[in-house]
T-cell receptor, first 114, second 112 residues
Framework: DSGVTQTPKHLITATGQRVTLRCSPRSGDLSVYWYQQSLDQGLQFLIQYYNGEERAKGNILERFSAQQFPDLHSELNLSSLELGDSALYFC?????????????FGPGTRLTVT | DAKTTQPNSMESNEEEPVHLPCNHSTISGTDYIHWYRQLPSQGPEYVIHGLTSNVNNRMASLAIAEDRKSSTLILHRATLRDAAVYYCILRDYSNSGYALNFGKGTSLLVTP
């Protein structure tokens, strides 16, 4: 158990809909990262927050957005969903920023868009 | 970002040592070498990291070549639970901040 929790575990929705994925980092961790894992693209970085502020963006679509709240939990919002958005979405947290800090991953949310 | 090259797959017998290689010939002086693994149906898991010196922890050992252009993750005694995809990742501050840049990794099969 990494200490990172993600809800829901599974989500099935239709094209055009909007969903929210939730992540609770390990206690005390300030940094939250979101990653997407699909069969054809592998694990890709989406976005990072640190202590409530957006710090870095990766291959995140404009239809996707995220935020980190004062209690440090984070939400990833996916809108106007397309079939290609079906993937595993992982959240990871680390104690601080920096290359020597390891990231702890949650169990993921499996999103299926039909 | 500096790139890493890993074999697509490797096979090992249970209770034998496993040496997983990683080439990173364009590594910069500030790149840390990180290893993560992903067990089936789970999120990635941190294994070990290092900069220049060899490192040991309870999970594995990391051997870094003197010129830092390659490294090897060593599992001292493979178990069935070690069957996973192992990712060798170079980390430095980049356009993606401190995010992990996962490649395809090495799929390790452990047979009894």
């Amino acid at each position: 158990d990494s200490g990172v929790t993600q809800t829901p575990k599974h989500l099935i929705t239709a094209t055009g809909q909007r969903v929210t994925l939730r992540c609770s980092p390990r206690s005390g961790d300030l940094s939250v990262y979101w990653y997407q894992q699909s069969l054809d693209q592998g694990l890709q970085f989406l976005i990072q927050y640190y202590n409530g502020e957006e710090r870095a963006k990766g291959n995140i679509l404009e239809r996707f957005s995220a935020q980190q709240f004062p209690d440090l939990h984070s939400e990833l919002n996916l809108s106007s969903l397309e079939l290609g958005d079906s993937a595993l979405y992982f959240c990871a947290s680390s104690a601080d920023e920096g290359v020597s800090y390891e990231q702890y991953f949650g169990p993921g949310t499996r999103l299926t868009v039909t | 970002d500096a790139k890493t090259t890993q074999p697509n797959s490797m096979e090992s017998n249970e209770e034998e040592p496993v040496h997983l290689p990683c080439n990173h010939s364009t590594i910069s002086g500030t790149d840390y070498i990180h290893w993560y693994r992903q067990l089936p149906s789970q999120g990635p898991e941190y294994v070990i990291h290092g900069l220049t010196s060899n490192v040991n922890n309870r999970m594995a050992s990391l051997a870094i070549a003197e010129d830092r252009k390659s490294s090897t993750l060593i599992l001292h005694r493979a178990t069935l639970r070690d069957a996973a995809v192992y990712y060798c990742i170079l980390r430095d501050y980049s356009n993606s901040g401190y995010a992990l840049n996962f490649g395809k990794g090495t799929s390790l099969l452990v047979t009894p």
